[in-house]
């Protein structure tokens, strides 16, 4: 369990400067809240760059306050980088993001020639020791986070999917599964 803490004013130098981005990569729903908070609580209702969202969840979001684009070529943040790239798109490349994250997206993009300007908008923090239960991460981000709140994962999926997370309870040795009950 994490608790979020909002970063999003980290967004304003960049909004000011919003027309000189040649693309908003999206691969989180927290960083797309952020950047629709922001352009919210700023009134502006600029042209957005060409916005591109990883994940149904965060191309919902995006949608609020953009046309983002969802390629077939995948969900998750590689694949999206490889669209960006075979799409042309040029730099630089807004990346709004969590303190903890992968960077497959931006090491794709910079490999490929791409700026890519990070603006860290959220920065995830575990729950008070005392009320921890225990932890199954989607993967070595979360897992990072948890770890740097003193907080180690009972499993960590391989993959970020629902069955990367059934494959990660299924290697949790039952005599450490604990259940409340009422």
């Known amino acids: 369990m994490l608790q979020f803490e909002s970063r999003a004013a980290a967004l304003d130098p960049v909004l000011d ?73 040029a730099g630089p490349v807004l990346y709004p993001c969590g303190s903890e994250r992968r960077d497959e997206l931006p090491s794709r993009l910079v490999g490929a020639g791409r700026v890519v300007h990070e603006v860290v908008c959220y920065a995830a923090r575990a729950v008070a020791v005392e009320n921890r239960p225990g932890l199954i991460c989607l993967g070595p981000a979360t897992a990072g986070a948890a770890r740097s709140q003193d907080w180690e994962p009972t499993a960590n999926a391989e993959l970020p999917t629902v069955d990367g997370v059934l494959a990660a309870i299924d290697c949790i040795p039952s005599t450490t599964i604990r259940v409340k009950r009422p």
């Open 17 to 89: 400067q919003i027309a000189d981005f040649g693309a908003i990569a999206l691969t989180s729903p927290r960083a797309a809240l952020s950047l629709g908070e922001r352009l919210w609580t700023r009134m502006e209702s600029v042209p957005l760059s060409d916005v591109w969202a990883a994940g149904s969840a965060t191309f919902a979001v995006a949608r609020r306050f953009a046309a983002p684009r969802q390629s077939p070529a995948g969900t998750g943040a590689l694949p999206r980088a490889e669209a960006m790239v075979a799409a042309g798109v």
